[in-house]
């Protein structure tokens, strides 16, 4: 069972913060937080994560959880957290990398719904990441796994993981038949949901998508290497879109070292593409931390968040003044730091990087993208935004 926030905040100590700033009490500033290496190493509580999210509940100021980890649907990750951090969270304050994927099963102003399309999905432990897509809606989904069991020769070392695949892959939707193309498997989309565990058949699966003729598995575009055609010829010909759910090259694990990222895959993918296009543009949309349309997204859960916590979800609900201030607590200036410092929001809301040094950040180092703050950890962060907005503990 979930604690209460009350519990939480007998276990922990009441602190009650005031402010001058809003005769209501009305907090016009939130927090982002990251989670890997600020509240979580290795999935353990770094000291103060718990405290600090609790004196936010307590004192009724928003925050979200704001992350490039994934692997999991939202509902399952926010139990585990909940329980890992002693504080009650929800799927309405919680974004994790692929989370703004669910936009596609509909579509969006650049791309058709997908919904209905045949997509590949790669990355995280087993096929959870498949269970995922399919709980946003997409309706037909297959891992790299289902391919390898069906067609064994795609990958000539395909005997070092089969016992891992068989445990969960499931028959492909349509056969791969060279002779009748119209009726073969066709990929519509290939996502990168998590990071991938099995480098080297994600990488020839994708690697065969990209240079097919119209998606399908198995076939080579003629249109590859013409160089009367743009990028070459190089993916110009209905191959898949190629989506990334976040670029991160290291994170904190639990090694005292950062490790190889989702990003380190990606950018061993690029090298495979450059190498077999001579260095021809690799057409791809990578969202998650620092680019701009992951920030939107969060920034938008952030404010719906907030109307429901501050304003009341009843008939009858309060004015909620307009979100002034946003601070962004991570432990990455490649990511956390670097999305917060150039993130330019349309609603006038300010974005205000915290830099802790409890994950990637080594102490000691240079930032690449330098904070307006670097603090101790996570609790320290929260302390002294409080301070920055005004906030007092009431004695």
Same mark, same amino acid.
């Given at each position: 069972?979930t604690p209460s926030i009350d519990t939480c905040a007998e276990q922990?100590?009441?602190?009650?913060?005031?402010?001058?700033?809003?005769?209501?009490?009305?907090?016009?500033?939130?927090?982002?937080?990251?989670?890997?290496?600020?509240?979580?190493?290795?999935?353990?509580?770094?000291?103060?994560?718990?405290?600090?999210?609790?004196?936010?509940?307590?004192?009724?100021?928003?925050?979200?959880?704001?992350?490039?980890?994934?692997?999991?649907?939202?509902?399952?990750?926010?139990?585990?957290?909940?329980?890992?951090?002693?504080?009650?969270?929800?799927?309405?304050?919680?974004?994790?990398?692929?989370?703004?994927?669910?936009?596609?099963?509909?579509?969006?102003?650049?791309?058709?719904?997908?919904?209905?399309?045949?997509?590949?999905?790669?990355?995280?432990?087993?096929?959870?990441?498949?269970?995922? *897509?399919?709980?946003? =809606?997409?309706?037909?989904?297959? $891992?790299? #796994?289902?391919? %390898?069991?069906?067609?064994?020769?795609?990958? &000539?070392?395909?005997?070092?993981?089969?016992?891992?695949?068989?445990?969960?892959?499931?028959?492909?939707?349509?056969?791969?038949?060279?002779?009748?193309?119209?009726?073969?498997?066709?990929?519509?989309?290939?996502?990168?949901?998590?990071?991938?565990?099995?480098?080297?058949?994600?990488?020839?699966?994708?690697?065969?998508?990209?240079?097919?003729?119209?998606?399908?598995?198995?076939?080579?575009?003629?249109?590859?290497?013409?160089?009367?055609?743009?990028?070459?010829?190089?993916?110009?010909?209905?191959?898949?879109?190629?989506?990334?759910?976040?670029?991160?090259?290291?994170?904190?694990?639990?090694?005292?070292?950062?490790?190889?990222?989702?990003?380190?895959?990606? *950018?061993?993918?690029? =090298?495979?593409?450059?190498?077999? $296009?001579? #260095?021809?543009? %690799?057409?791809?949309?990578?969202?998650?931390? &620092?680019?701009?349309?992951?920030?939107?997204?969060?920034?938008?859960?952030?404010?719906?968040?907030?109307?429901q916590m501050l304003g009341g979800t009843g008939e009858v609900k309060?004015?909620?003044?307009?979100?002034?201030?946003?601070?962004?607590?991570?432990?990455?200036?490649?990511?956390?730091?670097?999305?917060?410092?150039?993130?330019?929001?349309?609603?006038?809301?300010?974005?205000?990087?915290?830099?802790?040094?409890?994950?990637?950040?080594r102490s000691g180092s240079v930032p690449a993208y330098k904070p307006?703050?670097?603090?101790?950890?996570?609790?320290?962060?929260?302390?002294?935004?409080?301070?920055?907005?005004?906030?007092?503990?009431?004695?």
């Open positions: 069972m922990l100590g009441h602190h009650h913060y005031s402010t001058a700033a809003s005769s209501e009490g009305m907090p016009s500033f939130a927090f982002a937080f990251d989670i890997d290496g600020v509240l979580l190493r290795s999935s353990v509580p770094i000291p103060g994560a718990a405290e600090a999210l609790a004196l936010l509940h307590d004192n009724n100021i928003p925050f979200i959880l704001l992350t490039n980890g994934g692997g999991k649907h939202e509902s399952a990750r926010v139990l585990e957290l909940s329980k890992k951090l002693g504080v009650p969270l929800t799927e309405d304050n919680f974004v994790q990398s692929h989370t703004p994927f669910k936009q596609l099963v509909e579509g969006s102003d650049t791309i058709e719904s997908l919904k209905h399309k045949t997509i590949l999905v790669t990355g995280g432990d087993g096929d959870k990441c498949r269970k995922v *897509a399919e709980m946003y =809606g997409f309706e037909t989904v297959v $891992t790299p #796994g289902d391919i %390898l069991m069906e067609y064994p020769t795609i990958w &000539p070392f395909n005997q070092i993981f089969s016992d891992y695949y068989r445990e969960t892959t499931r028959p492909l939707p349509r056969p791969v038949d060279l002779a009748n193309p119209s009726e073969s498997l066709r990929f519509d989309a290939v996502f990168v949901f998590n990071d991938p565990r099995d480098w080297a058949l994600d990488s020839q699966i994708i690697l065969d998508l990209l240079l097919s003729k119209e998606g399908i598995l198995g076939t080579y575009s003629e249109k590859n290497g013409d160089t009367s055609l743009p990028n070459n010829g190089w993916q110009q010909d209905g191959q898949p879109k190629l989506f990334f759910s976040n670029p991160d090259l290291f994170w904190a694990t639990s090694y005292h070292m950062p490790r190889l990222g989702q990003g380190g895959f990606q *950018a061993s993918l690029q =090298g495979v593409w450059d190498a077999t $296009t001579g #260095g021809s543009k %690799l057409e791809r949309t990578v969202i998650g931390k &620092p680019f701009p349309d992951t920030y939107k997204y969060a920034e938008r859960v952030l404010n719906e968040h907030r109307q309060k004015p909620v003044s307009q979100l002034k201030r946003v601070f962004m607590v991570g432990d990455n200036p490649e990511s956390d730091i670097r999305g917060a410092n150039e993130y330019d929001s349309h609603h006038g809301t300010d974005w205000t990087s915290v830099l802790v040094k409890t994950g990637v950040f307006k703050v670097i603090v101790d950890d996570v609790l320290a962060a929260v302390k002294w935004a409080l301070k920055e907005e005004g906030w007092h503990i009431d004695s």
